[in-house]
């Protein structure tokens, strides 16, 4: 079946410009995670919804970062007035609750968003 | 707070040897653990799993094991090949913090024929 799916593969914008970055997860999935990798920083957590609402924002860096999720399917980053320090590969994650207790995440093939 | 701490890279090993990526947690919880892999130009893909003490994981040969009383979970694999290259991730989860990945620094694996 189709896995996770974002939009657009690849940014290029300009210092101070807002973008929005897409997520399509796997049809079914309930739990849909937002993660940034960066070269200093590595894998980093941002944003997790469960359905549409958002238990946990404690990854977001600053209120310039943003995130919805409608219809318990397609999510969206945003991401305002762009910072040269915000250029990274930004990845989506999705999962159901297994059996076992664990939510096992399938990722996409991320953004890779640099701010000129 | 909760943490997952990986042997540096980048690792360079000859086709057929042994490998070993070292990892040890800190939880606050009892947690499950993953490797994850990054092969170049690709994703993340889950490589391996387990969720319980002495569970061990396996997948394509690699395996690993977890272990309370050492807080680590080391990934093996007995004869490694070229296309294992590629950048391997330790990861952490707590089911009361809805899963979200806690993520190693990643080891960069070179295998040379």
């Known amino acids: 079946g189709a896995g996770v799916s974002q939009s657009p593969s690849n940014k290029v914008t300009e210092k101070g410009k807002d973008v929005e970055l897409r997520c399509d997860p796997i049809?079914?999935?309930?739990?849909l995670y937002w993660y940034r990798q960066s070269l200093g920083q590595g894998l980093e957590f941002l944003i997790y919804f469960q359905g549409n609402s958002a238990p946990d924002k404690s990854g977001l860096p600053s209120d310039r970062f943003s995130a919805e999720r409608t219809g318990g399917s397609v999510s969206t980053l945003t991401i305002q007035r762009t910072q040269q320090e915000d250029s990274a590969v930004y990845l989506c994650a999705s999962s159901s609750y297994r059996d076992s207790g664990t939510y096992e995440q399938y990722f996409g093939p991320g953004t890779r968003l640099t701010v000129t | 707070g909760d943490s997952v701490t990986q042997m540096e890279g980048p690792v360079t090993l000859s086709e057929e040897a042994f490998l070993t990526i070292n990892c040890t947690y800190t939880a606050t919880g009892y947690p499950s653990l993953f490797w994850y892999v990054q092969y170049p130009g690709e994703g993340l893909q889950l490589l391996l799993k387990?969720?319980?003490?002495?569970d061990k994981g396996s997948n394509k040969g690699f395996e690993a094991t977890y272990r309370k009383e050492t807080t680590s979970f080391h990934l093996e694999k007995g004869s490694v090949q070229v296309s294992d290259s590629a950048v391997y991730f330790c990861a952490l989860s707590l089911y009361n913090q809805g899963g979200k990945l806690i993520f190693g620094q990643g080891t960069e694996l070179s295998v040379k024929p």
């Open positions: 049809s079914g999935h309930t739990a």
């Open positions: 387990a969720t319980k003490a002495d």
